[in-house]
C-alpha cells in the first residue's frame, strides 16, 4: 500500500507538471496577443493624432489663403472707385478691409506655438497693415475729390510693393505648412501599415491558440482512451484503481477544455478594444474628408490628387483590412467557444427515428435544394438509434447542408442517405454526386480550421472538425470516400444504443466499415 501511495504520488506531481507545460504556451500566447491589443491601440491613437495634424494644416493653409482673397477684394474694390467714382466698388472694399485683420488674427492663432510661422506671420501683418493704411488713404482722397492725388499716390507703385510682400509671407506660410503635411502623412502611412500588421499578428495568433488548445484537447483524449483500453484488461480486483486513473484522466481534460474557453472569452477584451479604437479613426477620417471638400471648394490648389487618395482610398482600405481581419478573430473565437460549449454539455439518450429527423432537416434545406435543382432521397429502411437527439441532429445538418453547398454546378444535384446495422453499430451513409474531395485531403477536411478544394463557398472549416467531435463524444466516428469530381460519401458509425460507457468511439468505431455500394457520388 506505502508503494502504490508513493506510485500515485509521484503520477500525480508528474501529471500537474505535464498539464502545466501545455497551459504554458496558452498562456505565453494570450499575454502576447495582449501586447499586440495594446500596440494596436496605441497605434490606432497615433494615428488619430497625426490625422488631426493633417486637418490642422490644411486649415492654416485655408486661413492663409482667405486672407489673401481679402485683401485682394480691398485693392479690386479701391481700383474700381478710383476708376470709376462709383461708390458701389467700395463695398469688397470695405468688406475685405474688415475682414484681412480678422484672418489675420486666426491665423496667429493657428500657428501659435510654430516660431518660425509666427516670425513670418509678424512680417505678413506689417505689409498688411501698411497695404490697408495706403489703401484708405487713396480711397479718402478720392472720397473727398481730390482724385487726381489718389492717381498720383497709386502711380508711385507703393500698394504694388506692398501686395507682393503679402503674396510672399503666404507663400512662405503655405510652403511651411506644406512640409509638415508631408511629414504627417508620411508618417500616418508608415503607422496604417504597422496597424495592419497589428492586426494580421494578432489574427495568427489566435489561430495557433486555438489549433494549440485543440490538439491539447486532442492529446488528453487519446491518453483518456489509451488508459480506458489498458483498464479493461486488468484485472477485476482493480477496478477501484481503474475508477480513479479515469477520473484523473477525465479532470485533466476538463480542466483543459474550461482553460481553452477561458482563453477564447478573454480574447474579446483586446479583439474589441481594437474594433473601437477603429471606429473612432474612421470618424476623424470621415471629418477630415468632409473638410478636405470644403477646402476644395474654396482653394482648389491646396487640395492635391496624392492628398485627396490618401485620405478617400488608403485611408479606408487601410481601416477595411482591419475590419476584416478582426471579424475573422470574431468568428474563429466564436467556434472555439462553441467546441468548448458542447465538450461540456451533458449528452441525454432517447429514441430517435432518424429518417424522420432526416426527412425534417431536408425540409428546412427545401429552398437551397431548389436553387440547386437538388434532390434529396432517405432511405425507408433507414435504421434508428437511441442516442443524444441535439447531437445527431447537428451531425446530419452539417452533413447534408455540406452536400447541398458544395453540389457540382450544372450538373442536377442527388444526395442520397442509407444505414445499416452491423452489430452493436448503426452505419450511414450520405452520399451526393457534387465536386468532391481529393485523397490527400480525406483527414484534412476533418481539421479545424482546415478546408479543402476551390475556396468558393463562405466557411471557415469548423463544421465537418465539428460533426467528427459531435460522434466520437457519441462513441462512433466520421469518414469519407470520395471521386473527386463526381462525388463523395461521408459515413456516419454510432452505437445503436448510447450509453457512458460508449461516449468515446471504439476500435470498431474508428474503422468505419465500407459501404454496400462501390460507386461514390
Request: charged share 25%; glycine share 8%.
Amino acid at each position: 500500500m506505502l508503494g502504490m501511495s508513493l506510485g500515485q504520488t509521484n503520477q500525480g506531481s508528474a501529471d500537474a507538471r505535464r498539464d502545466l507545460k501545455q497551459q504554458l504556451p496558452l498562456i505565453g500566447g494570450f499575454v502576447l496577443l495582449l501586447l499586440v491589443a495594446a500596440g494596436a491601440m496605441m497605434l490606432v491613437i497615433t494615428n488619430q493624432h497625426f490625422a488631426e495634424g493633417v486637418a490642422h494644416t490644411l486649415e492654416v493653409r485655408s486661413t492663409a489663403y482667405r486672407l489673401l482673397v481679402q485683401a485682394q477684394d480691398a485693392e479690386t474694390g479701391q481700383r474700381g472707385f478710383l476708376l470709376t467714382g462709383n461708390r458701389v466698388y467700395l463695398d469688397p472694399y470695405e468688406q475685405g478691409r474688415l475682414a484681412a485683420p480678422k484672418a489675420l488674427a486666426d491665423l496667429r492663432r493657428l500657428v501659435d506655438g510654430n516660431a518660425v510661422q509666427l516670425a513670418e506671420v509678424a512680417r505678413l501683418e506689417v505689409a498688411l497693415n501698411a497695404k490697408l493704411a495706403e489703401l484708405a488713404k487713396t480711397v479718402d482722397l478720392a472720397s473727398k475729390g481730390d482724385h487726381d492725388a489718389a492717381i498720383a499716390r497709386v502711380k508711385q507703385n507703393t500698394g504694388n510693393t506692398l501686395m507682393q510682400d503679402i503674396r510672399n509671407s503666404i507663400d512662405l506660410i503655405e510652403d511651411e505648412e506644406g512640409r509638415n503635411e508631408g511629414r504627417q502623412m508620411t508618417v500616418l502611412s508608415v503607422s496604417n501599415k504597422l496597424l495592419a500588421a497589428a492586426s494580421l499578428a494578432g489574427l495568427v495568433i489566435v489561430v495557433a491558440l486555438a489549433g494549440y488548445a485543440i490538439l491539447a484537447n486532442s492529446r488528453a483524449t487519446r491518453r483518456l482512451l489509451a488508459t480506458q483500453d489498458e483498464l479493461r484488461h486488468t484485472n477485476e480486483n482493480l477496478e477501484g484503481i481503474v475508477a480513479e486513473r479515469i477520473s484523473e484522466l477525465q479532470s485533466a481534460n476538463d480542466e483543459i477544455q474550461r482553460f481553452a474557453y477561458i482563453v477564447s472569452h478573454d480574447l474579446r477584451a483586446p479583439l474589441v478594444n481594437v474594433m473601437g479604437f477603429t471606429s473612432e479613426l474612421d470618424a476623424v477620417r470621415a471629418d477630415i474628408a468632409t473638410f478636405l471638400t470644403e477646402v476644395e471648394q474654396e482653394a482648389p490648389r491646396l487640395v492635391t490628387v496624392d492628398r485627396r487618395m490618401a485620405i478617400e482610398t488608403d485611408l479606408p482600405e487601410a481601416l477595411g483590412f482591419i475590419r476584416s481581419s478582426t471579424a475573422k478573430m470574431d468568428r474563429l473565437i466564436n467556434a472555439i467557444l462553441k467546441l468548448s460549449r458542447e465538450g461540456r454539455r451533458v449528452l441525454t439518450p432517447e429514441e430517435i427515428d432518424l429518417r424522420a429527423l432526416v426527412v425534417a432537416q431536408g425540409e428546412s434545406l427545401s429552398q437551397q435544394l431548389e436553387g440547386a435543382e437538388a434532390k434529396l432521397v432517405v432511405a425507408e429502411d433507414l435504421p434508428g438509434l437511441v442516442s443524444d437527439r441535439l447531437a445527431v441532429e447537428q451531425i446530419f445538418g452539417n452533413l447534408i447542408e455540406n452536400a447541398v453547398k458544395y453540389l457540382q454546378k450544372g450538373r442536377p444535384g442527388h444526395i442520397e442517405v442509407r444505414g445499416r446495422t452491423q452489430g452493436a453499430y448503426v452505419h450511414y451513409d450520405i452520399e451526393d454526386n457534387g465536386r468532391g474531395i481529393e485523397a490527400k485531403d480525406y483527414e484534412r477536411v476533418f481539421e479545424l480550421f482546415r478546408r479543402s478544394g476551390e475556396q468558393d463557398k463562405p466557411g471557415e472549416g469548423i463544421g465537418l472538425a465539428y460533426v467528427r467531435n459531435l460522434a466520437r463524444r457519441l462513441g462512433g466516428n466520421v469518414a469519407v470516400r470520395s471521386e473527386f469530381g463526381k462525388g463523395s460519401t461521408f459515413t456516419v458509425t454510432l452505437p445503436a444504443t448510447f450509453n457512458t460507457r460508449s461516449a468515446k468511439p471504439t476500435a470498431a468505431a474508428k474503422q468505419a466499415p465500407a459501404a454496400p455500394k462501390t460507386r461514390a457520388a
